[in-house]
Structures are given as structure tokens and as C-alpha cells.
């Protein structure tokens, strides 16, 4: 299947879902932000200062065909950042992924 060139998911509804605590942070993403410093803080911040423009594509998730993430390239600070986002089947946001690039 062909990924959609837009994100899958509205960025403002998965911000909203993070602002009200309605989301989790995997642990290959605490791992990857632990690696280059950032707390979780530092994680849901750089989730919050999202924007479209940071946007990189949406793909299909591996462990779960048929739910699809969307990958989000922003600086952060002076960080360049691969963010992976997803809205699970319960509603809640999820950090996939968190790496720096």
C-alpha cells in the first residue's frame, strides 16, 4: 500500500490529547531521548512545538498493518529530531519514536 503524503493524524488533536495527559511515551522513545539528554519534559515540549512545516511523512505501523504513524523532523533547540506519532485505537497519543537524526 501506498503511505499518504499527508499526516494521518490532525498534529493539534494529538497536542491536545498530550496538554490534557492523555498519552504515553514508549520505551525505545524514553531510550532515545535518555541517549541525547531529554527527559520527558524535554519530549512532550518538543511534541507541543510541533509544527506542519516539521512534518516528514506517515507510514504504516509494523507491528499493527492497518494503523498508520506519522514521522515529524523538527529542530529542537539545537537538535534535529526524528519524532514518530500515532493516535492509538483507545484514543491516547503515543511517542513511537524519539531520536536524534
Do not use: H, N
Request: glycine fraction near 8%.
Amino acid at each position: 500500500m501506498t503511505a499518504p503524503r499527508a499526516p494521518t493524524y490532525d498534529l493539534r488533536e494529538i497536542q491536545a490529547k498530550v496538554r490534557a495527559g492523555l498519552y504515553w511515551i514508549t520505551y525505545s522513545a524514553r531510550r532515545g531521548g535518555s541517549a541525547i539528554g531529554f527527559s520527558e519534559e524535554d519530549i512532550v515540549s518538543c511534541v507541543l512545538s510541533l509544527r506542519g512545516p516539521d512534518f516528514y511523512k506517515t507510514m504504516e505501523a509494523d507491528a499493527a498493518p492497518g494503523l498508520w504513524q506519522d514521522v515529524y523532523r523538527p529542530v529542537y533547540g539545537q537538535t534535529a529530531l526524528y519524532v514518530k506519532l500515532q493516535i492509538e485505537r483507545d484514543g491516547d497519543a503515543i511517542v513511537i519514536s524519539f531520536k536524534e537524526l
